[in-house]
């Protein structure tokens, strides 16, 4: 049997991610012929509110 790790790449405060991959999982552990596992790597030096590059809010998070 395959085991599959099924990722929750993001570690920001407010992640949309960890539902995604619920939802993900939900449905892929459906399939009997492999076996799924959900995976979340806490990286908490990578928890800025907003990606380096913007150096903060914009207008667009008013």
Do not use: C
Request: aromatic share 8%; net charge neutral.
């Amino acid at each position: 049997m395959t085991r599959i790790g099924i990722i929750i790449g993001s570690t920001r405060p407010g992640r949309n991610g960890a539902a995604v991959a619920q939802w993900v999982y939900e449905v892929a552990k459906q399939r009997t012929a492999n076996e799924f596992e959900l995976v979340d790597y806490k990286l908490p030096h990578l928890d800025e509110v907003y990606p380096p590059a913007r150096q903060g809010p914009t207008e667009l998070d008013k």
